[in-house]
């Protein structure tokens, strides 16, 4: 269905986001990646941001791997989604991603990057 409102007939608006926020986060991992210990990794990070005392009042539901969202020309993409309070969506994905990068760099899982080789003839 399409609703159609000319302007200036709005009279109420709700924000729906007024109980929680979204963390909405793709990550492009190369090839070579091992999706499965990606998962494990992304769902430990978002229990233990759940259990940490600095974090845990932010986060409604842990931040935890969603699914395969595409398959690039140089990347598996991949999603992450957690609920969180209004407003704490952004320091919370933030916290996440550093976790998750300095799991990445443990474990040899690489983030996807375009590269160009140059044929010299």
Known sequence: NVHVIPNGEIKVVTNKTNTFANVNLDINLSYDSDIELVEKLANKIGQDM???DNWQERIIE???F???SNFGD???NVKFLGQVQPGEQWQVAGEFRKRLKLAFDK???KIARTQVFL???
């Open 62 to 64: 842990p931040i935890a």
């Open 50 to 52: 759940k259990l940490d």
């Open 66 to 68: 969603l699914r395969i």
């Open 119 to 121: 044929d010299k003839k």
């Open 107 to 109: 474990n040899n899982i």
């Open 74 to 76: 140089y990347s598996v």
